[in-house]
């Protein structure tokens, strides 16, 4: 049971590798069902005067991937935005810049998921107030698909709805790397990496692109 939070010298420690492959060893434990369960009285208490996360997950707002549990994380171990369709916007990036340059985190993880509705509804241009907006974020990477797959180019396609999955993950990716130049130059610099996976809603595994 994890009974002690991360501290400013235990984070400063970590690598990007380290803290990607403590989050895969999570993954692995919530998949197996042999989580390691969390003190969190002790763990409130010692992070009511500040926060040293490891990591910060860009991902989907989808009910059915609770970032924490599925990476089997405890308070005080990540930092988590979401928003439908795991895109980064202004403020997702801004959230990101704090994370890992004033916060210090380690990684960024964008976090796609299988069957991703608001994947599927930029697939069929759906437009229905603050959503259309929204979709359009997503609208690069079914472009993208829609000249690497064949068939229609729908949610009734499966391929296509799975292809425009990761390159959304592939294309946010490129997209925070452009937009911050201070993710950028942590990364260059080898103090954060910035990677991407996709959630299997049918086995709960992550898959690293």
């Known amino acids: 049971m994890k009974n002690t939070a991360i501290t400013k010298n235990i984070q400063s ?3 990007p ?4 492959q403590d989050l895969l060893e999570g993954n692995k434990r919530f998949m197996s ?22 990591a910060v997950v860009l991902s989907c707002i989808d009910s059915r991937v609770p970032v924490e549990t599925v990476l089997d994380q ?17 403020d997702i990036l801004g ?7 004033v916060a210090g985190s380690k990684l960024i993880l ?11 509804a930029a697939c069929d241009g759906v437009e229905l ?12 990477a079914v472009r993208k698909s829609a000249n690497e797959v064949d ?39 080898g103090e954060i990496a910035i990677v991407g996976g996709v959630y299997s809603l049918n086995t709960g595994k992550v898959e690293m692109l």
Do not use: W
């Open 74 to 90: 405890a308070i005080g171990d990540i930092f988590v935005a979401r928003v439908a369709g795991n895109f980064e916007n202004t």
């Open 151 to 189: 068939g229609e180019a729908n949610s009734s396609n499966k391929e296509f709805v799975a292809k425009t999955v990761e390159n959304n993950v592939r294309l946010t990716i490129d997209r925070i790397r452009q937009k911050s130049q201070i993710l950028m130059e942590m990364e260059d610099n």
């Open 17 to 20: 590798n380290s803290v990607l």
């Open 110 to 120: 964008v976090l796609g998921h299988e069957s991703c509705g608001a994947v599927k």
């Open 13 to 15: 420690a970590l690598t």
């Open 33 to 54: 069902g042999n989580t390691e369960g969390a003190d969190n009285a002790a763990l409130i208490s010692q992070t009511t005067g500040g926060q040293f996360p490891k």
């Open 95 to 101: 959230s990101l810049e704090y994370s890992c340059n």
């Open 129 to 140: 107030g603050n959503i259309t907006a929204m979709l359009d974020n997503i609208m690069p």
